[in-house]
């Protein structure tokens, strides 16, 4: 079985300041982790991907995410955020040997000028 | 027109009507998806056909019907839905549905509102 659990179902930050989204992962299996954008009236679009390479993984849009097994963790990060960054981002993850992939109940970012 | 679209966009029916969703993938992938996104609720896989196959069904009611006539297209035939089947129906696709490695390019999404 695997899970993901979205600790926060909101985020506010200021324009300018670090953004930190955080994402926990269950997984049986060495996972495959995923993180997506979803701006208001759109479908999801990948910002990054992790899939046993480098742990740090750098995404689109200055977006980055460290894989941690230890704390079982793949937190999404951007030193300075930025207006349009504004959206719900959805944490995956998928195990086993296909592509079933588990999502998140998703983090509203808002980013206050 | 490139990546996955949908239509139609919006769409508001009756518990009584019949109608269908449709999406196309312009990316030459092999395996397609269907989604519910509800309010408050994690994003549901419903169907997945990977080279036209049907191979996954989560439980969907039979008031769902899926259709995949070639790896491009995929449709949802709704019928007799109910109020709580209102939601935002997001096709998927992917290049296979067998490794997982490759992540879904998803499409706009339908909004759905069953009256």
């Known amino acids: 079985a695997q899970s993901v659990t979205q600790l926060d179902s909101h985020v506010s930050v200021s324009e300018g300041t670090p953004v930190l989204l955080r994402c926990n992962y269950s997984?049986?299996?060495?996972?495959?982790l995923f993180w997506y954008v979803q701006h208001p009236n759109k479908g999801l679009q990948l910002l990054l991907k992790?899939?046993?390479?480098?742990?740090l993984v750098k995404g689109i849009n200055g977006f980055e995410a460290e894989f941690k097994r230890s704390d079982t963790s793949f937190h999404l990060a951007k030193p300075s955020a930025h207006m349009s960054d504004a959206a719900e981002y959805f944490c995956?993850?998928?195990?086993?040997?296909?592509?079933?992939?588990?999502f998140g109940t998703g983090t509203k970012l808002q980013v206050i000028p | 027109e490139t990546g996955v679209t949908q239509t139609p966009r919006h769409l508001v029916m009756g518990m009584t009507n019949k109608k269908s969703l449709k999406c196309e993938q312009h990316?030459?992938?092999?395996?397609m998806y269907w989604y519910k996104q509800s309010a408050k609720k994690p994003l549901e896989l419903m169907f997945v056909?990977?080279?036209?196959?049907?191979?996954e069904n989560n439980s969907v009611p039979s008031r769902f019907s899926p259709e995949c006539p070639n790896s491009s297209h995929l449709f949802l035939h709704l019928h007799t839905l109910q109020p709580e089947d209102s939601a935002l129906y997001l096709c998927?696709?992917?290049?296979?549905?067998?490794?997982?490695?490759?992540?879904?390019?998803f499409g706009p999404g339908t909004r759905l509102t069953v009256l």
């Open positions: 998927a696709s992917s290049q296979e549905w067998s490794s997982r490695y490759n992540e879904q390019f």
């Open positions: 997984s049986s299996y060495s996972p495959s």
């Open positions: 992790y899939t046993s390479a480098a742990t």
């Open positions: 995956a993850v998928g195990s086993g040997g296909y592509q079933k992939v588990t």
């Open positions: 990316l030459g992938h092999n395996a």
């Open positions: 056909y990977n080279f036209k196959e049907q191979t």
